[in-house]
């Protein structure tokens, strides 16, 4: 069992920057793949990033080079850096760990940007 505790979400102006973090119970360098979903309301579940045990890094299209991810595994978290914050980023971010036999979800962390 893997838990995933979020912070960092919090009301932005558009334009602005936000940096969120994910505390992992287990050592980063042993889970498959981290990363971090959106859901905005009305909307599907979304992948923004994911940084795998390799080291390769995947983003959804609409985060154009805005975003980044990052593993730090001596703290045991993943970070998701986002700049050039749009109104159409407000969700809810998840953070996710996953293994080729099962993934765990943390509770999620709300992001608004205003105009």
């Known amino acids: 069992q893997v838990q995933l505790v979020e912070s960092g979400g919090r009301l932005v102006q558009s334009g602005g920057s936000l940096r969120l973090s994910c505390a992992v119970s287990?050592?980063?360098?042993?889970?498959?793949?981290l990363g971090w979903y959106r859901q905005a309301p009305g909307k599907e579940r979304e992948l923004v990033a994911s940084?795998?045990?390799?080291?390769?890094?995947n983003y959804g299209d609409f985060v154009e080079g805005r975003f980044n991810i990052s593993k730090d595994t001596s703290k045991r978290t993943v970070d998701l850096q986002m700049n050039s914050l749009e109104i159409e980023d407000t969700a809810v971010y998840y953070c996710?760990?996953?293994?080729?036999?099962?993934?765990?979800w943390g509770q999620g962390t709300q992001v608004t940007v205003s105009s």
């Open positions: 996710n760990a996953s293994f080729p036999w099962a993934e765990y």
């Open positions: 287990e050592y980063v360098s042993r889970i498959h793949t």
């Open positions: 940084d795998d045990s390799h080291g390769n890094k």
